[in-house]
C-alpha cells in the first residue's frame, strides 16, 4: 500500500496570504488528522476528520480549518498567514481514531 | 488532560551498544494507547512500537522493546543493538481509548538520538 501523502513538500508564502495544504491518506483509512510542529511548541494536534466529519479539534484560531471529501483525502487551509504559522504541517491517517497513526513526510511552510 | 513528558533532550549510544529512552505520562484515563514515533532528518514521522494499556505484556518489534508500567504511568523504550540508521528524535505519545478525545495523540517534546561509531 502506499503511505500517507503529503503535497507539496515546500511552500513559501507572504504574511496575508492564505494556504491549502493537502493529504492523501493510506488507502482505507478513513481518519485523517492534522499537526503543526514548531521548535518552540512542539507537536500540536489541528484537527481530525472522519469519514467527511471534523471529530475533533485543537486550541487554534478560526485562520486553521480543514476538509475532508469523499475519498477520505483531506484539505487544510490557512487563511490570513502570519510570521508564526511557519511550520512543519504533518498530516496522519489511521483506520480507526485509536489506532496508530501513520504520518506523511509533511509540508514546510515558510511565511515571510 | 494528558500530558507525556520526556525528560532526556538529547542522547548517544554507540553502535551496537543498548540505550533506554524514558517518557512518563499523566492521565486520568484507564484505557488507551501509548507509541513511540521516530522522526530522522528526513523528517518522516515513522512508527516505532504501540502499546494498548490493557495489555501487561511488553510490547516488541524486532531490536525494539518497551518497559510499560501502568501503575507509574511509565513508558520507556529501549533499542538493542544500536544502528546508524537510528539516529533520529523519537517521540513518546499517547492516545486515549474513547470516543470524546479519539485520534487526538499527545506527543512529548522528544529526545534526540544520536548513535555513533
Known amino acids: 500500500k502506499a503511505g500517507v501523502t503529503q503535497t507539496p513538500r515546500y511552500l513559501i508564502k507572504t504574511r496575508g496570504q492564505q494556504v491549502t495544504l493537502s493529504c492523501s491518506p493510506i488507502s482505507g483509512h478513513r481518519s485523517v488528522s492534522w499537526y503543526q510542529q514548531t521548535p518552540g511548541q512542539g507537536l500540536q494536534f489541528l484537527f481530525e476528520y472522519f469519514s467527511e466529519t471534523q471529530r475533533n479539534k485543537g486550541n487554534f484560531p478560526g485562520r486553521f480549518s480543514g476538509r475532508q471529501f469523499s475519498n477520505s483525502r483531506s484539505e487544510m487551509n490557512v487563511s490570513t498567514l502570519e510570521l508564526g504559522d511557519s511550520a512543519l504541517y504533518l498530516c496522519?491517517?489511521?483506520?480507526?481514531?485509536?489506532?496508530?497513526?501513520?504520518f506523511g513526510a509533511g509540508t514546510r511552510l515558510s511565511v515571510l | 488532560a494528558q500530558t507525556v513528558t520526556q525528560s532526556q533532550p538529547e542522547m548517544s549510544v554507540q553502535e551496537a551498544e543498548t540505550v533506554t529512552l524514558s517518557c512518563t505520562y499523566d492521565?486520568?484515563?484507564?484505557?488507551?494507547?501509548l507509541f513511540w514515533y521516530k522522526q530522522p532528518p528526513s523528517r518522516q514521522m515513522i512508527l516505532v512500537i504501540r502499546q494498548e494499556a490493557y495489555k501487561q505484556q511488553n510490547a516488541t518489534e524486532n531490536r525494539f522493546s518497551v518497559n510499560f508500567q501502568k501503575a507509574a504511568k511509565s513508558f520507556s523504550l529501549k533499542i538493542s543493538d544500536s544502528q546508524l540508521g537510528d539516529t533520529a528524535m523519537y517521540f513518546c505519545a499517547f492516545i486515549p481509548l474513547h470516543t470524546g478525545t479519539a485520534s487526538k495523540l499527545t506527543f512529548g517534546t522528544g529526545t534526540r538520538l544520536q548513535v555513533t561509531l
Open positions: 492521565t486520568s484515563e484507564s484505557n488507551y494507547y
Open positions: 496522519a491517517s489511521s483506520e480507526g481514531a485509536e489506532l496508530a497513526q501513520y
